[in-house]
């Protein structure tokens, strides 16, 4: 057996390892973004150890294509290669007389996917702070084959790439290879250009994006007044936990009203949740940044006796007031009365009502926020808006009529 054979033999076995895997790893992928009622896979060991979860970032995605899918591109691309000097000699793949040098361009694959392997790893364990242990395996497969294909006495990977290059070179000199690289390149920008602007395959890109708007807005442009949000006889009863102080719950508030702006039939009923040990008794530490989230909370009931908990809720979110007297400001702004609203909000009526909502939480095993309750059913944390809207829609919503046109 001679040593070209050998080498093709070694790359086909891992070039298979490699396409298996990241089959497996697509697999992953569709059960961690599409399938709800997916159990964990083997590989999701512990925090640090998941593949599960880093299939769900949006690190774990090109081009709007999975990383899974290139892997398996670049695995089977490689297994054709080893096989171009008999595949050539069929009518209809005769264009693959361009693959005059198959290891060279073997190896010069393997060294761009490490290369590239290194730097998802190094995105893996500085950025998202997760390892997929498939994925690991596939980095050392790259590397493997790439110096199993190198020819270190003929140059090596300096000499596979520039025989690559002049390779290329001189198939697209011919023309008609040149109009079908052409064509590939067109078919292949359209597809990925499809995939990039849809994310039907990336849906975690899609909910960071649809997240963004809310992220990224200077205030709540659906804000409403007075102390009801949407349809108070509304079948479809939507309970939010919140926290003034919770980054997060800002985003989660502006999604709250503008799905009352579109959606009828749904009832936004309002919860304070603070995680804050001056009214918590269930937190042993208030939270950094959220020592102050009671007196805001209680400012919040003040408002709701004057008939205003909506408009104080929104400037409490968007005007981030630093102490209570910015509190008070901000409420002389809105035409409430400021002396009543101090009064109320340091009453023993506005600890309790706090104490209520939080008591409610616990009982249903809240502990952090924000918290969506539809119909009694809870999600801890945030949705995209798509998400959020068919959830109430599911429960009973419909779209107002110029939501519908």
Not at 32 to 54: G, K, R, T, W
Not at 238 to 257: K, Q
Not at 316 to 333: H, M, S
Not at 364 to 369: P, S, Y
Request: hydrophobic residues 45%; proline residues 2%; glycine residues 6%.
């Amino acid at each position: 057996m001679d040593k070209i054979l050998k080498k093709k033999i070694w790359i086909g076995v891992l070039a298979l390892i490699g396409f298996v895997t990241t089959i497996k790893l697509a697999i992953i992928y569709y059960d961690s973004n599409f399938n709800p009622y997916a159990l964990a896979s083997f590989c999701s060991i512990n925090e640090f150890i998941d593949c599960d979860s880093v299939a769900k970032t949006t690190e774990s995605q090109f081009l709007g294509v999975p990383l899974a899918y290139w892997g398996m591109f670049l695995y089977l691309f490689i297994i054709m290669l080893l096989f171009v000097d008999k595949l050539k000699n069929i009518k209809f793949l005769k264009f693959l007389e361009v693959f005059k040098n198959p290891l060279d361009y073997v190896a010069s694959l393997g060294l761009i996917s490490f290369i590239i392997s290194m730097t998802l790893l190094f995105i893996s364990l500085h950025e998202i702070k997760m390892l997929c242990i498939l994925c690991a395996a596939t980095y050392v497969l790259n590397l493997i084959i790439g110096l199993i294909a190198v020819d270190f006495k003929e140059g090596g990977f300096n000499k596979a790439i520039k025989q690559s290059f002049i390779d290329f070179v001189d198939a697209i000199k011919i023309k008609k290879y040149l109009a079908m690289f052409i064509a590939v390149m067109v078919l292949a920008g359209g597809f990925l250009t499809y995939t990039t602007l849809s994310n039907v395959f990336t849906p975690q890109v899609k909910k960071k994006k649809e997240f963004r708007e809310f992220v990224k807005a200077k205030y709540n442009m659906y804000a409403v007044s007075g102390n009801q949000l949407g349809d108070p006889n509304g079948k479809v009863l939507v309970e939010i936990y919140s926290d003034y102080r919770c980054p997060i719950c800002r985003s989660h508030n502006i999604m709250m009203h503008k799905l009352a702006k579109e959606l009828k039939n749904v009832n936004f009923k309002h919860h304070d949740f603070p995680l804050c040990t001056d009214c918590n008794p269930y937190i042993q530490a208030s939270l950094l940044g959220h020592e102050d989230s009671c007196m805001l909370a209680r400012y919040a009931f003040a408002a709701k006796k004057q008939g205003n908990l909506w408009g104080m809720n929104t400037i409490l979110f968007d005007g981030k007031p630093k102490n209570e007297e910015e509190v008070l400001v901000y409420a002389q702004r809105m035409g409430l009365d400021v002396k009543q609203l101090e009064k109320d909000a340091n009453s023993l009526e506005a600890m309790q009502s706090i104490r209520k909502d939080i008591e409610a939480g616990v009982k249903q095993g809240f502990n952090a926020t924000p918290v969506t309750v539809v119909n009694g059913k809870s999600y801890v944390g945030v949705k995209s808006y798509s998400e959020f809207k068919d959830w109430l829609i599911e429960s009973g919503a419909e779209l107002k009529d110029e939501q519908s046109k």
